[in-house]
């Protein structure tokens, strides 16, 4: 009895030992592998940093403002704020040739083809 | 087989067996008992999840590495990029003449001679290039030279150039902060912040670049030496934007001089002129003494022992205290502080409103203000508009946006505030006399010595300020020079930002017939900015009603035609105040 189980014990001890050792080698590979991933997320790191540099040297304002004539770009002003209770409601337009404050139902009409 | 059995278990044991047997058990307890503990002891210490996951990444956190700087909308204004610099071992390299030779030619600014003397120095490390460019890097590659490598490390970079260059600030070769915000996170009020995390200033890019342009153009057109310009959001004390003029590129802050270098914004002081009014007939309004309606005499200057004050705008007529600001009257201000109580009420509102200290902002470079020693008649009088005490700009827009905000002062800061109910607010002033104070500043704009100062779309207040120049170096005041202001608040019915534009030496043009006053040169300055900036930050163009609440109780308090003929009477007579 007691010779089965020092024989269960020590395959046991031997199983133990040699999935300890897999498993350490395992943990070694994972590691490297893990280094490797950091190196790289950190190297791409330092590529989006250089590209968000990039941008914003790329969009100082005096560098828009240089660009803004051909991209039809214009200074905003204090008179194209409006709040959107100041917007008229579409029953509150006045309609020319009618006369007053006439309620319509306006429908957006398409633009006549050109010929 | 049964029996036997039977025998077996009846049997006595031997007594030494069991005592053997008995130890045994003792011994495997006692084991068992340790191997436990041991083994809840190592559950115990183990770390939880996340820590052991986070763990080798702050082991990797740089020393060096600093966090990006953002505007309070998110747009980079700082960052550490990897660059590469060439190093050379001289002892690996065979030919130093002609590697020298050949690093010269691919590398800009660098020279084969003294290069040549590092090499033969007879140490194994020299220095061939700091911060490389990814061209130069390359070329040095192709050129596949032994004894020459790279050395990568981070690099401060400021792609927004000169913009905001005196709050960001510099660093050294070492990436150490030595000015503005980046000396802050290095050994100021920021150091002990999370160096991981990016920093988000109060700044705001798109309004830093139009008060950059608008100083610009002026100190091109009044050839002034210096400048300073200064948005705050007057609830929060957030600096939308500060600029200092000359200023300079800090990704080349080596070529910059000192002037360009100085932050005239909130490291100089300043003696403001009559923009110190404001605080004056706050002052006067504050002791309770002095009613808005009360007038005082202006007709000719004021002799104090061998001094004589005079008005640079005479009317030579009793001024009512709407009029004596918005006229900038040295004579009826100087007046009007006297009868609230003089130096020590002067002393004790600036006191209040933080301009006799140092001020706090998160830069180093803090100046503090000159003020009087002792407070003789004279020197009141010459404090009340805004001579004799030197603040920095900073300081003034501070205690202007105290005035602006119901009199609660809010500390300036470049740190944006997500939330603004959270920031202290010291009560320091009546809000009665902060509403008149507020729309005296706009009638100075309406039809006063601030006129040029208004916008298209909002009502905005201010105060102009023309004084003469300190010489620092043979005492006195100098000639010709002067220190040109303008403070304004805008909208005025409901202030949000305080603006000032501060111009060192400007000089006088066609367009302003020769004058320099800072109603002519800084106050369109101020118009233009709010101008762009109001727009930029959602501010709503002023109502129609705004603007007759003001016009009604200009109709109320000042004099009509007919008072004014009246008051040269009682004047005549030597009669009122």
Known sequence: MSARYSIAALALAVAAAGTVYQLKYWVREREGSLWRLRGAVQEEVWRIRTLEADLAFLTRPERLALQAPQLGMVPVTPKALARLEDIPRVDEIPVAGIGGVTPVNAVPVPRPARR | ?577
């Open chain 2, 1 to 577: 087989m049964k029996a036997a059995i039977e025998h077996l278990a009846n049997r006595q044991l031997d007594p030494s067996l069991s005592r053997a047997r008995g130890r045994l058990r003792f011994v495997g307890c006692v084991f068992a008992v340790a191997f436990a503990s041991i083994a809840i002891r190592l559950v115990d210490m183990l770390p939880e999840e996340p820590v052991l996951r986070e763990a080798p990444v702050q082991a990797a956190v740089n020393p060096r590495a600093r966090p990006p700087i953002l505007d309070r909308n998110g747009t980079l204004l700082a960052t550490d990029l990897k660059v590469a610099s060439v190093y050379a071992d001289p002892s690996l390299i065979r030919d130093l003449e002609g590697t020298a030779r050949k690093l010269s030619q691919v590398l800009v600014g660098v020279e084969a001679e003294p290069l040549l003397r590092r090499l033969r120095a007879g140490k194994r490390f020299a220095w061939v290039k700091h911060q490389i460019t990814p061209r130069e890097e390359e070329a040095v590659l192709r050129l596949g030279l032994p004894g020459v490598a790279f050395q990568f490390a981070e690099h401060r970079v400021y792609p927004k150039e000169a913009t905001a260059s005196h709050v960001v600030g510099f660093v050294d070769i070492d990436n150490r902060g030595l000015g503005g915000i980046e000396y802050a996170l290095d050994s100021g009020s920021l150091a002990d912040r999370d160096r991981t995390e990016p920093l988000r200033l109060s700044l705001d890019l798109r309004v830093q670049h139009a008060v950059l342009d608008e100083m610009r153009g002026a100190m091109d057109r009044f050839q002034a030496v210096g400048g300073c310009g200064i948005v705050m959001d007057v609830r929060t004390g957030e600096l939308l934007s500060m600029v200092s003029l000359p200023d300079f590129d800090p990704n080349h802050v080596d070529k910059a001089g000192s002037e360009q270098r100085k932050n005239r914004c909130s490291g100089q002081t300043y003696e403001l002129g009559s923009l110190f009014k404001i605080f004056s007939t706050a002052v006067a309004l504050d002791s309770g003494r002095i009613k808005i309606s009360d007038r005082f005499d202006a007709t000719r200057p004021l002799r104090i022992g061998r001094h004589t004050i005079r008005d640079d705008h005479a009317k030579k007529r009793w001024l009512s205290v709407p009029e004596i600001f918005m006229y900038s009257s040295n004579i009826g201000t100087a007046k009007m502080v006297f009868d609230a109580g003089g130096g020590e009420a002067m002393k004790d509102f600036l006191g209040r409103l933080g301009l006799l200290e140092r001020g706090s902002l998160e830069v180093p470079e803090l100046a503090s203000p000159q003020v009087p020693s002792r407070w003789p008649e004279v020197t009141t009088a010459t404090v009340s508009f805004g001579h004799g005490i030197a603040v920095t700009p900073l300081q003034f827009v501070e205690a202007m946006a105290t005035l602006s905000n119901d009199g609660a002062r809010v500390r300036p800061t470049l740190l944006r505030v997500d939330d603004p109910a959270a920031v202290p607010r010291t009560p320091v002033v009546r809000p009665e006399v902060v509403d008149d104070v507020r729309w005296m500043m706009w009638l100075t704009v309406a039809e006063g010595t601030g006129s040029r100062a208004g916008v298209d779309g909002y009502l905005v207040g201010g105060k102009t300020g023309s004084a003469d120049k300190v010489d620092y170096e043979r005492g006195g005041y100098r000639k010709n020079a002067i220190i040109a202001s303008f403070a304004g608040v805008f909208p005025i019915e409901d202030p949000r930002y305080a603006v000032l534009v501060m111009l060192d030496e400007p000089r006088g043009d066609k367009g302003t017939y020769g004058f320099r006053y800072g109603g002519w040169t800084a106050a369109p300055v101020v118009s233009s900015i709010i101008g762009r900036a109001g727009p930029l930050l959602g501010v709503q163009p002023s109502t129609r009603e705004a603007g007759e609440i003001m016009e009604a109780r200009r109709a109320r308090v000042l004099p009509s035609a007919g008072d004014k003929q009246r008051e040269k009477a009682v004047a005549a007579n030597g009669a009122g105040r």
